[in-house]
């Protein structure tokens, strides 16, 4: 004869298989919770396909600069952390602005590298500077001139802007030299902010510094003139370390621009073929021809 304690521990162990058997029959369906939002980036478009670099290069900290063709020179400079992790790999060209053209090409449908390279033949194709989307359409923020046709409005003197005219191609700083709208441009590109001053000195002090990492394309002029273009492409720098950077290097830097960067920054050199993808399509983008 059971005991009562027995008799309420077999009662219970009979509700627990009971309970079991009902939730086996019968699964519970938890409401589903919405999916997490995902930023979207600020130039919002169709992504391109992932970055990605075709260059073989040393794998060494510094190749130093290596002659692609007369007047054209490549250079990658990897950076490390205190841990001997790799934290950026950047890669530049330079260019003899003597034996190269530059232009600035704009669509209000942007493209991918890839489509601007085929479209115009050009031997190099960098991203250009801001733009934003109104009625579907893709218009450049700063001042752009394309054929000598003028897009968008001056920015202020924080700013600076590559200047393409029959004479040849330079970078300024508007702060020192504000855009002239009778000026004969036949092409130009606005964006900021200036990393680089004219005469080598720092760009973007520590007090506007805003500690956002991002990738980063700069344009640049150094001291004998030629023009220097410089991706970031694994976004180690924000701005203030950047210009420090630059400012800093052996690169003899006379003034360097930046251009929009994030998913933006994105270079294409057809021959030898080497390109960092862009991971957004593209409005506005920097040419370079062989003369």
């Given at each position: 004869?059971?005991t009562?304690?027995?008799?309420?521990s077999?009662?219970?162990?009979?509700?627990?298989?009971?309970?079991?058997?009902?939730?086996?029959?019968n699964?519970?369906?938890?409401?589903?919770?919405?999916?997490?939002a995902?930023?979207?980036?600020?130039?919002?478009?169709a992504?391109?396909?992932?970055?990605?670099?075709?260059?073989?290069l040393?794998?060494?900290?510094?190749?130093?600069?290596?002659?692609?063709?007369?007047?054209?020179?490549r250079?990658?400079?990897?950076?490390?952390?205190d841990?001997?992790?790799?934290?950026?790999?950047?890669?530049?060209?330079?260019l003899?602005?003597?034996q190269?053209?530059?232009?600035?090409?704009?669509?209000?449908t942007p493209?991918n590298?890839?489509?601007?390279?085929?479209?115009?033949?050009a031997?190099?194709?960098?991203?250009?500077g801001?733009?934003?989307?109104?009625?579907?359409?893709?218009?450049?923020?700063?001042?752009?001139?394309?054929?000598?046709?003028?897009?968008g409005?001056?920015y202020?003197?924080?700013?600076?802007m590559?200047?393409?005219?029959?004479?040849?191609?330079?970078?300024?700083?508007?702060?020192?030299?504000?855009?002239?709208?009778y000026?004969?441009?036949?092409?130009?590109l606005?964006?900021?902010?200036v990393?680089?001053?004219?005469?080598?000195?720092?760009?973007f002090?520590?007090?506007?510094?805003d500690?956002?990492?991002?990738?980063?394309?700069?344009?640049?002029?150094?001291q004998?003139?030629?023009?220097?273009?410089?991706?970031?492409?694994?976004g180690h720098?924000?701005?203030?370390q950047?210009?420090?950077?630059?400012?800093?290097?052996?690169?003899?830097?006379?003034i360097?621009?930046n251009?929009?960067?994030?998913?933006?920054?994105?270079?294409?050199?057809?021959?030898?073929?080497?390109?960092?993808?862009?991971?957004?399509?593209?409005p506005?983008v920097?040419?370079?021809?062989?003369?």
């Amino acid at each position: 004869m059971l005991t009562a304690s027995a008799l309420i521990s077999r009662t219970f162990l009979f509700l627990l298989l009971f309970i079991w058997i009902v939730v086996s029959c019968n699964p519970i369906h938890p409401t589903p919770l919405p999916p997490t939002a995902t930023p979207t980036p600020t130039s919002a478009a169709a992504p391109s396909p992932a970055s990605t670099l075709l260059p073989t290069l040393d794998p060494v900290p510094d190749t130093g600069w290596y002659l692609l063709q007369p007047g054209l020179e490549r250079r990658s400079i990897n950076l490390y952390n205190d841990q001997n992790q790799q934290v950026e790999a950047l890669y530049l060209l330079r260019l003899d602005p003597h034996q190269f053209r530059l232009d600035v090409a704009y669509h209000e449908t942007p493209q991918n590298l890839e489509n601007w390279q085929k479209e115009t033949n050009a031997l190099i194709v960098v991203n250009g500077g801001y733009f934003r989307v109104e009625n579907e359409k893709y218009i450049p923020n700063g001042l752009t001139v394309i054929n000598g046709e003028t897009f968008g409005s001056s920015y202020g003197p924080f700013a600076g802007m590559l200047a393409i005219s029959d004479h040849g191609v330079e970078l300024r700083w508007l702060a020192s030299r504000p855009y002239d709208p009778y000026e004969p441009l036949r092409a130009a590109l606005q964006s900021f902010p200036v990393l680089v001053k004219p005469g080598g000195e720092l760009g973007f002090p520590a007090q506007y510094e805003d500690n956002l990492k991002a990738r980063r394309t700069v344009i640049g002029q150094d001291q004998e003139g030629r023009i220097l273009l410089i991706i970031a492409p694994r976004g180690h720098f924000t701005l203030h370390q950047l210009s420090v950077y630059l400012t800093g290097s052996d690169l003899h830097l006379d003034i360097a621009i930046n251009l929009d960067g994030g998913p933006s920054s994105g270079i294409w050199l057809a021959q030898p073929r080497e390109t960092i993808s862009s991971q957004t399509l593209l409005p506005i983008v920097i040419l370079v021809h062989a003369r």
